[in-house]
């Protein structure tokens, strides 16, 4: 298990080589990385956090999964401070025993990340800045779990 929440990047292929599963365990590795974007007024989004309130609910989503699914392993990264656009902001790796459980459980994780980590965003334009609000497709999203 490993819930990590940093401010500099990551590199996928160091992370996934962390990954318990490689040795035999698991029939299934997925990966998924979430990128920064915008349109051409987008300068930069910046994510701002409560360390260990974020951990907690971090690992949390983890261990509802990892429960769910009998999953092998689970790393969750997720970045911090001010990121500019194209820029990785998180990413989510599981192992399990097979891949449809893989696939589900990836897809929850995310589902749960979008709309119950608690990150503040804040997208800087050319002409404004905003903090972002919650997005109803996110919370109807949860309700298929």
């Keep these: 298990m490993a819930v990590i929440v940093q401010e500099k990047d990551f590199d996928l292929a160091a992370e996934l080589k ?3 599963g490689f040795e035999g365990t698991a029939g299934a590795v997925i990966s998924f990385i979430g990128l920064v974007r915008g349109d051409a007024s987008l300068l930069a989004l910046e994510l ?31 970045r911090f401070g001010r990121l500019q ?3 990785q902001i998180m990413m989510v790796a599981v192992s399990a025993p097979h891949r449809r459980s893989a696939f589900e459980a990836m897809d929850y994780i995310m589902d749960f990340l979008k709309s119950r980590a608690p990150f503040w965003k804040k997208e800087h334009g050319i002409n ?7 997005n109803l497709d996110d919370e109807e999203a949860l309700t298929r779990w």
């Design 85 to 87: 656009l194209g820029e």
């Design 128 to 134: 404004n800045n905003i903090w972002v609000t919650a």
């Design 48 to 78: 701002e956090h409560y360390p260990a309130m974020t951990t907690k609910a971090l690992e949390e989503i983890e261990q509802m999964a990892r429960t769910k699914w009998g999953l092998v392993d689970v790393r969750i990264v997720h």
């Design 18 to 20: 962390k990954l318990a």
